[in-house]
Nanobody
Framework: QVQLVESGGGLVQAGDSLRLSCAGSGGIYTVAWFRQAPGKEREFVAGVSRSGYIPLIQDSVKGRFTISRDNAKNTVYLQMNTLKPEDTAVYYC?????????????????WGQGTQVTVSS
């Protein structure tokens, strides 16, 4: 049974950085981060394959967020720099048992419980 556990969220000011961690993801082929703001649909943020090469990053966070994975530590990371108030959301880690980074939430088999990220202006 795969269990994904996110950590690292919090309250920060605009321009600050945070690193989110997703534990339990080492054996999963594809891992992605999604986020969901109040009243909005869940949206894809970034994804990475098991090899860690050629990650996919959403355009709105490209240049500010990076995704990486350490399979030895069974963990995927989302490094978020230069945070903006519009980045405020609950961030979820998701995994799928097949290759291919997909932006549709329904394509993912496993989900963490989410971690809140709040960016104040």
């Amino acid at each position: 049974q795969v269990q994904l556990v996110e950590s690292g969220g919090g309250l920060v000011q605009a321009g600050d950085s945070l690193r989110l961690s997703c534990a339990g993801s080492g054996g999963i082929y594809t891992v992605a981060w999604f986020r969901q703001a109040p009243g909005k649909e869940r949206e894809f943020v970034a994804g990475v394959s098991r090899s860690g090469y050629i990650p996919l990053i959403q355009d709105s966070v490209k240049g500010r967020f990076t995704i990486s994975r350490d399979n030895a530590k069974n963990t995927v990371y989302l490094q978020m720099n230069t945070l903006k108030p519009e980045d405020t959301a609950v961030y979820y880690c998701a995994g799928r048992s097949t290759y291919g980074i997909v932006v549709r939430p329904a394509a993912y088999d496993y989900w963490g419980q989410g971690t809140q990220v709040t960016v104040s202006s």
